[in-house]
């Protein structure tokens, strides 16, 4: 997530994601979170449209608020309703597990149901080369351009932590994995690419991290406690290769055993962690979320374990994976080609043990001065009361080595206005201490200046591209969206210029889009 320009920028477009960058960006300033009020965060409330502050990523009325604009709309387009404040706040998230399934939909010759797309995890499922801090925490680019719409521009907040030294020192990983055995695991493509990951993984990690395996169908088996890998390595893989599928999926037992072998196991010191690998079809025990929730909350709070969901399969229970692994402090991803796996188990997971922030919050003040009224896309069903983010208590958004994290925003400019446009402060606690931090980044009107589909935007183009996808799948218009037609026309154009798989990739998930809707 990040800046840059032209065919220099282009040819480095592919790494984990995306080494982009986009335009503009902003000063940074880092403060203990002990240094009260910090920048940009008073803007006043009910200046537009009255009332206080309701809190959450919305600040416009409901999901398609911004598709018109009071000024300039047309006949039967939606009034935009105008911003009850002017901030934003939501925890990070890192998941990538919408993107996966609905690119995995769509080649199937069907479009994802809207409930199930989620533009965040579109957009970040995408690494542009955003400016890195030296330790912990985050470092903070704000940029922007204008859309096609009147008055209409796109402002993008991307947050990146430092990658990991694969080779370098960091605490010892102890991984619970509970794997899904049930019958409708035994469709190609789930636990044959399963135990292939973890085959592959068992090479991966260091002698001192450890291992447990616990699986279930209708019941729990653990079928290895919690094991040192450096020595054991053939054990591991022999236990793996001899999984088989078998009866239905009870996946409260699943976590509620991973959790008790995670618990007797844990390490002081290590990231404990539960990696959940499972299509999250639950069919038998409890298979409401509520109980399994509890559970998973108690853990985290209770020893610091955290839960990685890793989802699989044609039919897939994208909901209520993704509700595990957000009260788990955790993140979710899907995978459906064996070079997918690879890339999760191998690329990502050994490099993401090392945490670099824990509860990690946002919250963006646009200037009422400048700003007459914002949509942030997606991050609905992360939302924290503005009041709320500085209340460490409340949660936020654990955040690994390398990981970054995009916040995308429609905004209207009040017209003929110019200078500070808005600030955007990340919050976190340090994984080993708990004690709290603060890094801003602002951007003025200036940034604005250029067209989001000019030279030199490569990198906000993508986060566009994505964004308004996966607003247009689940039943929006935002200002300036260009159809799918024209949509893929952009990011075809762009996976052209980037030599990029992953953007043809997405070019190809908005032409099959356009078909299935015509």
């Given at each position: 997530?990040?800046?840059?320009?032209?065919?220099?920028?282009?040819?480095?477009?592919?790494?984990?994601?995306?080494?982009?960058?986009?335009?503009?960006?902003?000063?940074?300033?880092?403060?203990?979170?002990?240094?009260?009020?910090?920048?940009?965060?008073?803007?006043?409330?009910?200046?537009?449209?009255?009332?206080?502050?309701?809190?959450?990523?919305?600040?416009?009325?409901?999901?398609?608020?911004?598709?018109?604009?009071?000024?300039?709309?047309?006949?039967?387009?939606?009034?935009?309703?105008?911003?009850?404040?002017?901030?934003?706040?939501?925890?990070?998230?890192?998941?990538?597990?919408?993107?996966?399934?609905?690119?995995?939909?769509?080649?199937?010759?069907?479009?994802?149901?809207?409930?199930?797309?989620?533009?965040?995890?579109?957009?970040?499922?995408?690494?542009?080369?955003?400016?890195?801090?030296?330790?912990?925490?985050f470092?903070?680019?704000?940029?922007?351009?204008?859309?096609?719409?009147?008055?209409?521009?796109?402002?993008?907040?991307?947050?990146?932590t430092?990658?990991?030294?694969?080779?370098?020192?960091?605490?010892?990983?102890?991984?619970?994995?509970?794997?899904?055995?049930?019958?409708?695991?035994?469709?190609?493509?789930?636990?044959?690419?399963?135990?292939?990951?973890?085959?592959?993984?068992?090479?991966q990690?260091?002698?001192?991290?450890?291992?447990?395996?616990?699986t279930?169908?209708?019941?729990?088996?653990?079928?290895?406690?919690?094991?040192?890998?450096?020595g054991?390595?053939?054990?591991?893989?022999?236990?793996?290769?001899?999984?088989?599928?078998?009866s239905?999926?009870?996946?409260?037992?699943?976590?509620?055993?991973?959790?008790?072998?995670?618990?007797?196991g844990?390490?002081?010191?290590?990231?404990?962690?539960?990696?959940?690998?499972?299509?999250?079809?639950?069919?038998?025990?409890?298979?409401?979320?509520?109980?399994?929730?509890?559970?998973?909350?108690?853990?985290?709070?209770a020893?610091?374990?955290?839960?990685?969901?890793v989802?699989?399969?044609?039919?897939?229970?994208?909901?209520?994976?993704?509700?595990?692994?957000?009260?788990?402090?955790?993140?979710?991803?899907?995978?459906?080609?064996?070079?997918?796996?690879?890339k999760v188990?191998?690329?990502?997971?050994?490099?993401?043990?090392?945490?670099?922030?824990?509860?990690?919050?946002a919250?963006?003040?646009?200037?009422?001065?400048?700003?007459?009224?914002?949509?942030?896309?997606?991050?609905?069903?992360?939302?924290?009361?503005?009041?709320?983010?500085?209340n460490?208590?409340?949660?936020?958004?654990?955040?690994?080595?390398?990981h970054?994290?995009?916040?995308?925003?429609?905004?209207?400019?009040?017209?003929?206005?110019?200078?500070?446009?808005?600030?955007?402060?990340?919050?976190?606690?340090?994984?080993?201490?708990?004690?709290?931090?603060?890094?801003?980044?602002?951007?003025?009107?200036?940034?604005?200046?250029?067209?989001?589909?000019?030279?030199?935007?490569?990198?906000?183009?993508?986060?566009?591209?994505?964004?308004?996808?996966?607003?247009?799948?689940?039943?929006?218009?935002?200002?300036?969206?260009?159809?799918?037609?024209?949509l893929?026309?952009?990011?075809?154009?762009?996976?052209?210029r980037?030599?990029?798989?992953?953007?043809?990739?997405?070019?190809?998930?908005?032409?099959?889009?356009?078909?299935?809707?015509?």
């Amino acid at each position: 997530m990040s800046r840059r320009q032209g065919r220099t920028l282009t040819a480095g477009l592919l790494a984990a994601g995306l080494l982009l960058t986009g335009c503009g960006g902003g000063a940074q300033h880092e403060t203990s979170a002990r240094d009260k009020g910090g920048p940009g965060l008073t803007a006043p409330k009910g200046t537009v449209g009255g009332g206080g502050s309701t809190g959450g990523s919305g600040s416009t009325a409901g999901p398609d608020a911004a598709r018109g604009d009071s000024a300039t709309e047309g006949e039967g387009e939606q009034r935009v309703a105008p911003a009850p404040d002017y901030l934003s706040t939501f925890a990070l998230d890192v998941d990538t597990a919408s993107y996966g399934y609905a690119r995995r939909t769509l080649a199937e010759g069907r479009l994802p149901a809207p409930e199930t797309v989620r533009p965040e995890e579109f957009v970040n499922s995408f690494r542009p080369d955003y400016k890195r801090p030296e330790g912990d925490g985050f470092g903070v680019t704000v940029d922007g351009a204008r859309t096609t719409r009147e008055g209409w521009s796109l402002v993008r907040v991307g947050l990146a932590t430092r990658a990991a030294d694969r080779h370098g020192p960091r605490p010892p990983a102890a991984l619970t994995f509970v794997v899904d055995i049930s019958g409708s695991m035994a469709e190609p493509g789930r636990l044959d690419l399963v135990k292939e990951s973890l085959g592959v993984l068992t090479g991966q990690l260091r002698d001192d991290d450890s291992i447990a395996l616990v699986t279930f169908s209708d019941e729990a088996e653990t079928r290895l406690p919690m094991t040192r890998v450096g020595g054991a390595r053939d054990r591991i893989r022999g236990v793996v290769s001899a999984l088989e599928t078998t009866s239905s999926t009870n996946v409260e037992a699943g976590v509620r055993t991973g959790y008790d072998v995670a618990v007797e196991g844990r390490r002081k010191g290590a990231t404990n962690r539960v990696v959940l690998l499972s299509d999250a079809l639950a069919n038998t025990g409890d298979t409401e979320a509520s109980s399994i929730l509890r559970r998973i909350d108690e853990e985290r709070r209770a020893y610091g374990i955290t839960l990685f969901g890793v989802g699989v399969g044609s039919d897939y229970g994208d909901a209520f994976m993704e509700q595990l692994a957000d009260k788990g402090d955790g993140h979710t991803t899907y995978v459906s080609t064996p070079e997918q796996a690879r890339k999760v188990f191998v690329d990502q997971l050994p490099a993401h043990i090392e945490l670099r922030a824990r509860d990690a919050k946002a919250q963006v003040a646009f200037d009422p001065q400048t700003v007459e009224r914002f949509q942030l896309i997606g991050y609905e069903n992360r939302e924290v009361a503005d009041e709320d983010f500085r209340n460490d208590r409340v949660d936020g958004g654990e955040v690994g080595a390398g990981h970054t994290v995009t916040a995308l925003y429609a905004v209207k400019v009040r017209a003929g206005r110019s200078g500070h446009l808005a600030t955007a402060t990340v919050r976190w606690l340090d994984p080993a201490t708990r004690a709290p931090h603060e890094q801003t980044g602002s951007v003025e009107t200036g940034a604005l200046a250029g067209s989001i589909w000019g030279g030199g935007h490569d990198s906000l183009q993508l986060t566009a591209i994505a964004g308004y996808f996966a607003d247009r799948l689940r039943g929006g218009e935002l200002p300036g969206a260009p159809g799918y037609g024209e949509l893929a026309e952009k990011a075809y154009a762009l996976a052209e210029r980037a030599e990029s798989a992953s953007v043809r990739e997405l070019a190809d998930a908005i032409r099959q889009a356009d078909r299935l809707k015509n």
